[in-house]
């Protein structure tokens, strides 16, 4: 169905009909309910814990379990918000949380996986990207430099390609 033939069909409805079936979904799909909720109640803050809680729980389990080391956690998390229309400083805060939850890590333990930096050197990128596009780099910068400076102290593979991404922004 096209979103003509929805208008179409929902123009055609009581306003009573439109209800029902919104609160119809409301019930039946979670993403639905998960976006009324936070359309009703924005409680971004405490997003944010639950998403730093999640993100860190993935290199420093809390149930003794050994650390999946996933990436992917964190981009579910940050397209969530984003589909929710979360606010660009708190989307930037878990992009860069990520990355250094990961430099404590491997601050702690040995990484032989090259895949692992060079993931985190993609998000970095992204996330470099993001915070142009958003207007929010100048809020972000002493963390993206903060960010490098690990790499570099912990020795990371392409510690020059971080450095690279922080060039093209005159330090």
Not at 27 to 48: A, G, I, Q, R, W
Not at 72 to 77: C, L, M, R, V
Not at 78 to 103: P, R
Request: charged residues 30%.
């Amino acid at each position: 169905m096209s979103k003509r033939d929805l208008k179409k069909y929902l123009s055609e409805l009581s306003k009573d009909q439109v209800a029902e079936q919104l609160l119809e979904l409301y019930s039946k799909f979670p993403d639905v309910k998960t976006y009324y909720d936070f359309v009703f109640n924005p409680n971004e803050e405490k997003l944010l814990r639950e998403a730093k809680i999640k993100i860190s729980n993935e290199y420093f389990p809390i149930k003794g379990k050994r650390p999946k080391l996933r990436r992917s956690t964190a981009h579910k998390i940050i397209k969530h918000f984003t589909s929710l229309g979360v606010d660009a400083f708190v989307i930037a805060d878990i992009m860069l949380y990520n990355i250094e939850i990961a430099q404590v890590y491997s601050d702690k333990y040995k990484i032989s996986s090259d895949t692992f930096y060079k993931s985190f050197y993609t998000s970095f990128s992204q996330s470099a990207s993001f915070l142009i596009e958003k207007g929010i780099l100048e809020s972000f910068q002493v963390r993206l430099q903060r960010i490098t400076e690990i790499t570099i102290s912990q020795k990371w593979p392409n510690q020059y390609g971080f450095s690279a991404i922080m060039e093209r922004f005159d330090y």
